[in-house]
Protein backbone atom coordinates (compact mmCIF):
# COMPACT_ATOMS: atom_id res chain seq x y z
CA UNK A 1 0.00 0.00 0.00
CA UNK A 2 1.71 3.21 -1.10
CA UNK A 3 -0.42 5.76 -0.48
CA UNK A 4 -0.27 8.48 -2.74
CA UNK A 5 2.41 9.06 -4.80
CA UNK A 6 3.75 12.17 -7.11
CA UNK A 7 5.75 11.87 -10.04
CA UNK A 8 7.89 13.65 -10.67
CA UNK A 9 10.08 14.91 -7.50
CA UNK A 10 11.45 18.18 -8.96
CA UNK A 11 11.22 19.37 -12.66
CA UNK A 12 12.94 22.78 -14.08
CA UNK A 13 10.96 24.19 -16.53
CA UNK A 14 11.82 26.92 -19.39
CA UNK A 15 9.04 29.55 -19.93
CA UNK A 16 6.62 28.70 -22.10
CA UNK A 17 7.33 24.48 -21.47
CA UNK A 18 4.66 22.28 -20.59
CA UNK A 19 4.58 19.24 -18.51
CA UNK A 20 2.36 17.03 -16.75
CA UNK A 21 2.35 16.51 -13.10
CA UNK A 22 1.03 12.36 -12.15
CA UNK A 23 -0.48 11.30 -9.09
CA UNK A 24 -1.42 8.23 -8.12
CA UNK A 25 -3.45 6.64 -5.04
CA UNK A 26 -4.13 2.99 -4.18
CA UNK A 27 -6.67 3.85 -1.62
CA UNK A 28 -9.70 3.51 -3.35
CA UNK A 29 -10.47 6.95 -2.09
CA UNK A 30 -13.17 9.12 -4.24
CA UNK A 31 -12.16 12.60 -4.20
CA UNK A 32 -8.92 13.53 -4.94
CA UNK A 33 -7.00 17.61 -4.97
CA UNK A 34 -3.76 19.73 -6.37
CA UNK A 35 -2.20 22.12 -4.03
CA UNK A 36 0.31 24.68 -4.27
CA UNK A 37 2.47 25.39 -1.60
CA UNK A 38 4.36 28.67 -1.71
CA UNK A 39 6.62 31.11 0.79
CA UNK A 40 3.99 32.09 3.92
CA UNK A 41 0.45 31.34 1.55
CA UNK A 42 0.08 28.05 3.10
CA UNK A 43 -1.64 25.45 0.34
CA UNK A 44 -3.92 26.69 -2.25
CA UNK A 45 -6.55 24.77 -3.77
CA UNK A 46 -5.62 25.15 -7.68
CA UNK A 47 -8.40 22.02 -8.65
CA UNK A 48 -9.90 18.80 -7.04
CA UNK A 49 -12.17 15.81 -8.62
CA UNK A 50 -15.19 14.24 -6.50
CA UNK A 51 -15.40 11.14 -8.55
CA UNK A 52 -13.65 9.30 -11.99
CA UNK A 53 -14.23 11.57 -14.67
CA UNK A 54 -15.21 14.90 -12.84
CA UNK A 55 -12.90 18.09 -11.74
CA UNK A 56 -13.65 21.62 -10.37
CA UNK A 57 -11.46 24.60 -9.69
CA UNK A 58 -10.40 25.76 -6.71
CA UNK A 59 -8.22 28.89 -5.38
CA UNK A 60 -6.03 29.86 -8.23
CA UNK A 61 -6.95 27.85 -10.86
CA UNK A 62 -5.74 29.95 -13.56
CA UNK A 63 -2.71 28.43 -16.05
CA UNK A 64 -3.74 24.51 -14.86
CA UNK A 65 -5.60 21.58 -16.59
CA UNK A 66 -6.48 18.50 -14.73
CA UNK A 67 -8.18 15.56 -15.73
CA UNK A 68 -9.17 12.24 -14.20
CA UNK A 69 -10.03 9.51 -16.54
CA UNK A 70 -9.33 7.01 -13.77
CA UNK A 71 -10.24 6.58 -10.21
CA UNK A 72 -6.79 6.35 -8.86
CA UNK A 73 -4.95 8.86 -10.90
CA UNK A 74 -5.26 12.49 -11.10
CA UNK A 75 -3.41 14.98 -13.49
CA UNK A 76 -2.00 18.38 -13.33
CA UNK A 77 -0.97 19.62 -16.42
CA UNK A 78 0.93 23.33 -17.11
CA UNK A 79 0.14 24.05 -20.62
CA UNK A 80 2.55 27.03 -20.88
CA UNK A 81 4.44 27.25 -17.73
CA UNK A 82 5.28 30.95 -15.81
CA UNK A 83 7.92 31.59 -13.40
CA UNK A 84 4.79 32.67 -11.15
CA UNK A 85 4.12 29.21 -11.14
CA UNK A 86 7.33 28.14 -9.04
CA UNK A 87 5.96 26.27 -6.18
CA UNK A 88 5.69 22.85 -4.68
CA UNK A 89 2.60 21.05 -5.64
CA UNK A 90 0.93 18.78 -2.92
CA UNK A 91 -1.59 15.86 -4.37
CA UNK A 92 -4.07 14.61 -1.87
CA UNK A 93 -6.78 12.61 -1.88
CA UNK A 94 -9.81 11.44 0.42
CA UNK A 95 -12.25 8.74 0.44
CA UNK A 96 -15.44 10.96 0.87
CA UNK A 97 -17.16 13.85 1.69
CA UNK A 98 -19.36 12.11 4.35
CA UNK A 99 -19.62 13.19 7.77
CA UNK A 100 -20.77 11.05 9.03
CA UNK A 101 -18.13 8.11 7.92
CA UNK A 102 -15.13 10.30 9.56
CA UNK A 103 -13.55 9.40 6.58
CA UNK A 104 -12.86 12.83 5.08
CA UNK A 105 -9.22 13.08 6.41
CA UNK A 106 -7.02 14.28 3.37
CA UNK A 107 -4.11 12.31 2.79
CA UNK A 108 -0.92 13.60 1.11
CA UNK A 109 1.48 12.73 -1.61
CA UNK A 110 5.29 13.47 -0.62
CA UNK A 111 5.27 16.69 -3.29
CA UNK A 112 6.80 17.76 -6.48
CA UNK A 113 9.42 20.76 -6.62
CA UNK A 114 8.65 22.93 -9.88
CA UNK A 115 10.81 25.75 -10.64
CA UNK A 116 10.14 27.62 -13.88
CA UNK A 117 13.02 29.79 -15.21
CA UNK B 1 -16.91 32.76 4.37
CA UNK B 2 -15.26 30.28 5.23
CA UNK B 3 -11.35 31.30 6.24
CA UNK B 4 -8.98 29.74 8.70
CA UNK B 5 -6.45 31.88 11.01
CA UNK B 6 -3.14 31.30 12.23
CA UNK B 7 -1.49 34.44 13.78
CA UNK B 8 1.59 33.10 15.36
CA UNK B 9 3.81 33.03 11.95
CA UNK B 10 7.19 31.50 13.28
CA UNK B 11 7.31 30.23 17.09
CA UNK B 12 10.75 29.31 19.03
CA UNK B 13 10.72 28.04 22.03
CA UNK B 14 13.92 26.04 24.27
CA UNK B 15 13.57 21.93 24.72
CA UNK B 16 11.22 20.59 26.99
CA UNK B 17 8.83 24.14 27.34
CA UNK B 18 5.38 24.02 26.62
CA UNK B 19 3.97 25.66 22.90
CA UNK B 20 0.38 26.33 22.00
CA UNK B 21 -0.15 26.98 18.57
CA UNK B 22 -3.40 29.05 17.90
CA UNK B 23 -6.22 28.06 15.48
CA UNK B 24 -9.20 30.49 14.73
CA UNK B 25 -11.13 29.48 12.52
CA UNK B 26 -14.89 30.92 10.56
CA UNK B 27 -17.80 29.65 9.12
CA UNK B 28 -21.64 29.58 8.60
CA UNK B 29 -21.94 25.23 8.58
CA UNK B 30 -22.85 24.08 11.60
CA UNK B 31 -21.63 20.48 10.93
CA UNK B 32 -17.85 21.13 9.92
CA UNK B 33 -14.11 19.27 10.72
CA UNK B 34 -10.94 20.73 11.68
CA UNK B 35 -7.49 18.83 11.15
CA UNK B 36 -4.13 19.79 12.56
CA UNK B 37 -1.03 18.52 9.66
CA UNK B 38 2.45 18.80 10.55
CA UNK B 39 5.26 19.47 7.67
CA UNK B 40 8.50 18.45 8.86
CA UNK B 41 11.59 19.79 7.11
CA UNK B 42 11.28 16.95 5.01
CA UNK B 43 8.51 18.36 3.29
CA UNK B 44 5.59 15.57 3.47
CA UNK B 45 2.73 16.89 5.45
CA UNK B 46 1.37 14.58 7.61
CA UNK B 47 -2.38 14.02 8.91
CA UNK B 48 -2.33 14.80 12.65
CA UNK B 49 -5.70 15.01 14.32
CA UNK B 50 -9.07 15.67 12.97
CA UNK B 51 -11.82 17.14 15.19
CA UNK B 52 -16.00 17.01 14.43
CA UNK B 53 -17.88 20.49 15.47
CA UNK B 54 -20.19 18.33 17.21
CA UNK B 55 -17.09 16.83 19.79
CA UNK B 56 -16.11 19.51 21.58
CA UNK B 57 -14.42 17.04 23.82
CA UNK B 58 -10.57 17.91 23.67
CA UNK B 59 -8.17 14.92 22.85
CA UNK B 60 -4.39 13.92 23.65
CA UNK B 61 -2.45 11.46 22.62
CA UNK B 62 1.09 11.60 23.95
CA UNK B 63 2.89 14.96 24.14
CA UNK B 64 0.21 16.04 21.54
CA UNK B 65 -3.21 17.84 22.88
CA UNK B 66 -5.86 19.47 21.31
CA UNK B 67 -8.59 22.40 22.78
CA UNK B 68 -11.53 22.99 20.79
CA UNK B 69 -13.86 25.36 21.84
CA UNK B 70 -16.99 26.57 19.59
CA UNK B 71 -17.58 29.59 21.88
CA UNK B 72 -14.39 30.69 20.51
CA UNK B 73 -14.35 29.27 16.76
CA UNK B 74 -10.72 28.13 18.12
CA UNK B 75 -8.19 24.48 17.54
CA UNK B 76 -5.72 25.38 19.78
CA UNK B 77 -2.68 22.89 19.17
CA UNK B 78 -0.10 22.41 22.32
CA UNK B 79 2.88 20.06 22.80
CA UNK B 80 3.93 19.09 25.78
CA UNK B 81 7.85 19.15 26.63
CA UNK B 82 8.89 19.94 23.12
CA UNK B 83 11.86 18.47 21.43
CA UNK B 84 13.56 18.89 18.54
CA UNK B 85 11.82 16.58 16.38
CA UNK B 86 8.89 18.81 16.92
CA UNK B 87 10.43 21.72 14.40
CA UNK B 88 7.99 21.55 11.78
CA UNK B 89 5.19 23.52 9.89
CA UNK B 90 1.87 23.21 11.57
CA UNK B 91 -1.31 23.51 9.52
CA UNK B 92 -4.81 23.92 10.86
CA UNK B 93 -7.73 23.19 8.50
CA UNK B 94 -11.31 23.11 8.11
CA UNK B 95 -13.33 21.81 5.74
CA UNK B 96 -17.73 22.50 6.66
CA UNK B 97 -20.48 20.87 4.66
CA UNK B 98 -21.37 23.37 2.37
CA UNK B 99 -18.13 22.95 0.21
CA UNK B 100 -16.00 20.55 -1.00
CA UNK B 101 -12.92 21.68 0.30
CA UNK B 102 -10.41 21.86 3.09
CA UNK B 103 -9.24 25.32 3.52
CA UNK B 104 -5.93 25.42 5.13
CA UNK B 105 -4.34 27.85 7.13
CA UNK B 106 -1.49 29.96 6.35
CA UNK B 107 0.91 28.02 9.01
CA UNK B 108 3.34 28.28 12.20
CA UNK B 109 6.63 27.36 11.15
CA UNK B 110 8.27 25.93 15.06
CA UNK B 111 11.42 25.88 15.89
CA UNK B 112 12.41 24.24 18.89
CA UNK B 113 15.89 24.56 19.94
CA UNK B 114 18.21 22.08 21.92
Known amino acids: NAGVTQTPKFRVLKTGQSMTLLCAQD?????MYWYRQDPGMGLRLIHYSVGEGTTAKGEVPDGYNVSRLKKQNFLLGLESAAPSQTSVYFC????????????????FGPGTRLLVL | AQKVTQAQTEISVVEKEDVTLDCVYETRDTTYYLFWYKQPPSGELVFLIRRNSFDEQNEISGRYSWNFQKSTSSFNFTITASQVVDSAVYFC???????????FGPGTSLSVIP
Open chain 1, 92 to 107: ASSYSTSMTSGSETQY
Open chain 2, 93 to 103: ALRGTSYDKVI
Open chain 1, 27 to 31: MNHEY
